[in-house]
């Protein structure tokens, strides 16, 4: 097994003295010009799964550089797919596989990775796929996962802390989900598209991500409909059936309301392509509500003009099209100075409220209650030195350095690294001081 090194790698792998990496900000500058957004992280790492339905090469365009997709590599090259992540492209070359076990040493490390359990159960009908376990921000269940592929037909056991799915073969249900997963939607599609018959989803994930994947499978010769809304149908297909694709990865909409809240927090005037503005219409209409100007400029481009200090407003997590849980954070830095009060109501997850106690080192005032966090504007923040809990937590401590007043130093990269491809090189190009040491 080959495991990736990179500038990139978690902490974990550096040296005892070497001291660790922050970026720092000097807050208080306005953004201007002009910055891309990347492919979506939560849409490549799926897809990366995908390939292992066809026995031929999948390519990969508009992908990000980020950890977790070097380390989803890492897991196809350990189940026998060649796979070379280069130029914003992955090109997976999942012909011969040779094992049907993902182990905990690299599972442990994204958990997306869980989302090879389908696909590996329908081409090879056996996988053993180590638990993920709970994270920072909460508990993260695969009970609907189960459930799914259960009703497929697969027999699932969970031993020694690894989920362990087999079957003869995959025969195509109706499917309720209890809540609209994501990862499960993903899990029991990805399944059924070498399953005998029709497999309805209902109650799935809607999100972008999903009709991105759903797209994949089809170019790869499986035949999807539905994804986007809350029945997804899919015909499976024979394996001779499959075949290699080239797909593009969607937009990262993350990404893109990262940015909105970085020249929110900033102030200044900023347009960003590459972004599919249908994708974060609730982002889009929370900054309206608040008082600076967001419009869609072209086709593919947004743009956002700050001049004036913003007003408060209420957000509640939900799952798509709703206001989104990975934005949260990132948003609560944003309304930690704006005028008014604000709710921030999270309903996705129980614990996604880390990044509370670090703006409040920079001066913000955010009490807790229940699910809750009210959040009293200040009209600055103030400089500081904070620690990122996860990936959007590093995000948010990020946006609220831009607008504070003196020098933040954030640290925990490995989790901005994640999901963030060269955050700090982009802000500096449109004009924050920022940089990593
Ligand atoms: N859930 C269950 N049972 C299950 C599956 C999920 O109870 O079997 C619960 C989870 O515990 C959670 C909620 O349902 O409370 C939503 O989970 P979901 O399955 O939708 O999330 P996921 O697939 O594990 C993806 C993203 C997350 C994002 C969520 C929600 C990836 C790699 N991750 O996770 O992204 O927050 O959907 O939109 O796609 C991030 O990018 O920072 C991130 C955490």
């Not at 950890?67 to 280069?86: Q, S």
């Not at 459930?147 to 969970?158: R, V």
């Not at 989920?163 to 899990?187: Q, Y």
């Amino acid at each position: 097994m080959t495991l990736h090194t990179s500038r990139l790698d978690p902490p974990a792998k550096q040296g005892p003295q070497e001291a660790e990496q922050r970026i720092i900000i000097r807050g208080g500058k306005p953004l201007y010009g002009q910055v891309r957004c990347f492919g979506a992280k939560n849409s490549v790492l799926k897809m990366m799964a995908a390939a292992l339905l066809a026995k031929d090469v999948t390519i990969l365009r508009n992908v990000p550089d980020l950890t977790d997709v070097h380390m989803m590599a890492d897991i196809l090259r350990h189940l026998g797919a060649k796979v070379e992540v280069k130029n914003n492209e992955v090109h997976i070359d999942a012909t011969n596989l040779t094992e049907t076990e993902a182990p905990y040493e690299l599972v442990s490390h994204l958990r997306a990775s869980f989302v090879v359990l389908g696909p590996l159960l329908a081409r090879c009908h056996e996988a053993r796929v180590s638990l993920p376990g709970g994270c920072a921000i909460g508990e993260r269940r695969i009970d609907l996962h189960e459930k799914g592929l259960k009703a497929l037909g697969a027999e699932i056991g969970i031993d020694h802390g690894y989920v362990h799915a087999s079957c003869t073969k995959l025969v195509g249900s109706h499917i309720l989900l209890d809540k609209p997963s994501n990862g499960a939607t993903e899990n029991i599609m990805l399944a059924a598209a070498l399953a005998e018959g029709t497999t309805i989803i209902e109650n799935a994930a809607q999100d972008p991500e999903i009709v991105n994947l759903a797209d994949c499978v089809n170019a790869l010769g499986g035949k999807v409909s539905g994804a986007g809304t809350y029945q997804i149908v899919i015909e499976g297909v024979r394996p001779d059936e499959m075949h290699g694709a080239v797909i593009d990865t969607i937009p990262d909409r993350v990404e893109a309301g990262t940015f909105l809240y970085a020249a929110m927090a900033a102030g200044g005037e900023i347009a960003i392509d590459g972004v599919n503005v249908h994708h974060i219409y609730a982002v889009i209409s929370k900054i309206n509500e608040m008082g600076a100007e967001c419009s869609m400029y072209a086709p593919d481009t947004i743009k956002i003009k700050v001049n004036e200090r913003l007003k408060a407003t209420d957000i509640t997590t939900v799952p798509y099209p709703g206001f989104p849980t990975d934005l949260q954070a990132p948003f609560m830095a944003v309304l930690a100075s704006a005028e008014g009060t604000s709710i921030v109501t999270e309903t996705i997850y129980e614990n996604r409220f880390m990044h509370v106690g670090e703006l409040r080192r920079m001066g913000a005032d955010i009490q807790l209650k229940a699910n809750s966090a009210i959040v009293k504007g200040v009209p600055k923040l103030m400089g500081a030195e904070v620690k990122s809990s996860d990936l959007r937590a590093a995000a948010a401590l990020i946006i609220a350095g831009l607008g504070a007043e003196g020098v933040t130093e954030v640290t925990g990269l490995h989790h901005l690294d994640r999901g963030y491809d060269k955050l700090e090189d982009r802000l500096k190009s449109l004009g924050a001081d920022i940089y990593r040491r």
